[in-house]
């Protein structure tokens, strides 16, 4: 039998048989300093469409990026193999900041928040003006998605030839907020896509709305071909014939250097994840006059000092209207 004593050495030290040796870890990260600059395009299940210089590259992100997750819109660094061939697979090593963050929750007492599309400039809220009737409710919570995320709003009202739009345009117009109102047959003649394209062009737009409302159906008639060939190339790499509108899927706008992401439709908008604060600063001539608000201010509160930011005349009180009814939302149901 050997005895350990103050005369052993590593000799004399058993192993056990099979362990590997293995190097410290540390903390210290590579920094891919040669990785590929690319766009996510859609995501399915863990696997991510990107789009590298002129390629469509399959990825998968890299455990380093512990549980950040890259959604639609990100812009990202990417290494491995990046020929977008067939059966090839690239990594995600890096998410790069973000401009904008468009984030829901499922219901107003969901914890769990839900990013759904980041970097875009636009949300274009798009409803039907008739069959499904409108919802000015869910435009609400959209509107506040927004405000809160960093994104300009632009309302898409379809079906101008079963109802005239005058009357939910009123709901909104003390916002200032654009607008394009279309029929079936100006989508089927071009003059919807052409009269949307002046709002599109340059920009990366986020198309929310419930189903039934015109959503894809405009998005395809925006991006016919681009549609195709991309969902086409997903499908055919991943082997799953999902329908686009599961998940977010961004598609360039022909002609301009503008981006188009059409996302899932959604039955609820919930604001679980919306600071009151940040909504605020959609409303520029309203925002000073928070200085004299006491501290972590609803806004419609008794002690408000934008109540007499208004009276002295510094902004319409329908724009306070307006900022109010949206910060209700969060506190009311949809269908209240």
């Known amino acids: 039998m050997r005895r350990y004593g103050k005369h052993t050495d590593e000799d004399d030290i058993r192993t056990r048989p099979g362990r590997r040796n293995t190097r410290p870890r540390t903390n210290i990260r590579p920094k891919h300093e040669d990785a590929a600059e ?10 991510l469409t ?43 090593v890096r998410i790069e900041e973000r401009t904008s963050l468009l984030r829901r929750t499922a219901d107003d007492d969901d914890p769990y928040e839900r990013v759904v599309v ?14 499904p009737e409108p ?43 654009p607008y394009v109102v279309t029929s079936r047959a100006e989508l089927d003649s071009g ?13 990366i737009t986020a198309f929310v709305g419930h189903s ?3 959503k894809t159906t405009l998005v395809n008639a925006l991006v016919p071909e681009e549609r195709r060939r991309t969902t086409g190339h997903v499908n055919a790499v ?9 998940s977010a899927l961004a598609l360039p706008l022909s002609g301009s250097d503008g981006w188009v992401i059409d996302t899932p439709g959604v039955r609820s908008f919930g604001l679980n994840h919306v600071d009151p604060s ?26 408000c000092a934008l109540d007499t930011w208004v009276a002295e005349g510094h902004a319409d009180p329908a724009r306070l209207y307006s900022l109010r009814r949206l910060l209700a939302t969060r506190e009311r149901k949809e269908g209240d």
């Open 50 to 92: 990107c789009l590298v210089e002129d390629r469509v590259v399959m990825a998968m992100k890299a455990r380093e990026l512990g549980r950040k997750a890259a959604v639609v819109g990100d812009r990202v660094a990417l290494v491995g193999d990046l020929s977008g061939r067939k059966d090839t697979l690239a990594r995600i």
């Open 238 to 246: 991943t082997g799953r014939g999902r329908h686009t509108t599961t």
């Open 118 to 131: 980041a970097n875009a400039d636009q949300l274009a809220v798009v409803t039907a003006l008739a069959d």
């Open 38 to 47: 690319g766009l996510v395009l859609t995501v399915d299940r863990g696997r």
């Open 212 to 214: 039934g409302v015109g």
């Open 135 to 177: 919802r000015p409710r869910l435009i609400d919570r959209c509107l506040v998605a927004a405000y809160d995320g960093g994104l300009d709003p632009l309302l898409v009202l379809t079906k101008s030839d079963l109802a005239p739009p005058e009357k939910l345009l009123e709901l909104y117009g003390d916002l200032d907020i």
């Open 278 to 303: 940040r909504v605020i600063h959609a409303f520029p001539d309203l925002e000073p006059g928070t200085e004299g608000c006491p501290r972590a201010c609803s806004h419609d509160e008794p002690d």
């Open 191 to 203: 003059v919807a896509v052409d009269r949307a394209r002046e709002h599109l062009d340059g920009k």
